[in-house]
């Protein structure tokens, strides 16, 4: 095999964006679309010169695909990729990988019984400022963490809510900004800053007309008793993103795309065991930092997917990597409805709870004009 057949299951805005991806990249070839709305699907099918289907079971079962693509709304993830793996096809799941860590544990079992490639759309994770950062962090050039925080302030207007009945809804969406905005940044806190073993937190609707949440806030603890802070929610402009990760031997700020490394010498742990003088302090340095020039984006995810396939690549964005995201969403998500601290790994019963309690009680939407544009900024 020289080229990876790939089927899109949900071919609205991100489903059509990765359908871009697939048709630029060598080592990928479209095999077949699928979409419950029939006029979307045969539309895309009729443009692509693929087949369609609005079943995606029968997508799964048609022989024309090697892999899968989910791009549908978050619920489905986990039941498609199941699917997939049971008739032995490879999974790259848009994000989250599912609304629920109990669901992402049946995922999960799915993907290493199947013994197929399991990636996720964390394009972030490929920019080089980003696979520096990651690399100083695994080098331990920042010695023991110490302190961690997030800003990831987004903005979404009531227009983007109205524009599917699913948006903004407990039934639909499973949350708000936690699920749908913010897992891009998570992943990149929890691949920089380690997932934290409690969470106490703060979450509301501020500004939307939703039943989910526009705005969380959590204050966060580790298992080395370092301590951490984050921020998100849908109502701020201009949107800003700041990762600060503090060790004993220097800090990485990661600000708006832009990364600093800072270097302590001695360490503050040695210097404050050794140093004598109450008005010295361990010197500071910006250390300078050479990015790599490396492909990044949506289009890389997918290459490194097909290239896991095919030569064996390692998966930038692994499945079993994905779960970080959606607990530390769930821990915030339940800390915040309960207003108590929640430990991690989350209780899968008690959040499944949470979770059948607000879907029992979510609303179907009356004033929605469907909208299923493309988000202009995934080809970046």
Known sequence: MDKVRIGVVG?????????????????????????????TVKKTSR????????????????????????????????????????????????????????????FLKAAKKSGKVFAVMYQLRTSPAIRLARKIVKDGRLGEIKRT??????????????????????????GGVLINQAPH??????????????VSASVRTRLHKIEVEDEASAVLEYANGAWGYYYTSTCEMPYTQRIEICGDKGKLVYADGILKMYSVNPSISQHNATNQNMWTFPEVKEEPLEL???????????????????????VIASGEE????????????????????????????????????????????TAVKVQRVTDPRISK
């Open 11 to 39: 071919c609205g805005g991100m489903g059509q964006g990765h359908i871009k991806s697939i048709k630029e990249l060598p080592e990928a070839e479209l095999g077949a679309v699928s979409d419950v709305d029939e006029e």
């Open 47 to 106: 443009e692509n010169g693929v087949k369609g289907f609005t079943d995606y079971n029968e997508l799964i079962n048609s022989s024309l695909v090697d892999a899968v693509v989910i791009a549908t709304p978050h619920y489905f993830h986990p039941p498609v990729g199941i699917a997939a793996f049971e008739k032995g096809l490879h999974v790259l799941s848009e994000k989250p990988i599912a609304v629920t860590v109990s669901a992402v544990d049946e």
């Open 149 to 174: 925080i997030m800003l990831d302030p987004n903005y979404r207007s009531q227009a983007y809510y109205s524009s599917a009945g699913w948006r903004g809804t407990w039934k639909g969406e499973g």
């Open 185 to 198: 940044g998570i992943d990149l806190f929890m691949l920089l800053g380690g997932l934290p073993v409690r």
């Open 292 to 314: 790599q020039e490396v492909e990044s984006g949506h289009k890389e995810i997918m290459r490194n997917f097909c290239a896991a396939i095919l030569h064996g690549e390692e």
């Open 322 to 365: 994905g779960v970080w995201s959606v607990e530390f969403i769930n821990a915030v998500n339940l800390s915040g409805r309960l207003c108590k601290p929640v430990n991690i790994p989350v209780n899968r019963k008690e959040y499944d709870n949470l979770m059948d309690s607000l879907i029992k009680s979510s609303q179907e939407k």
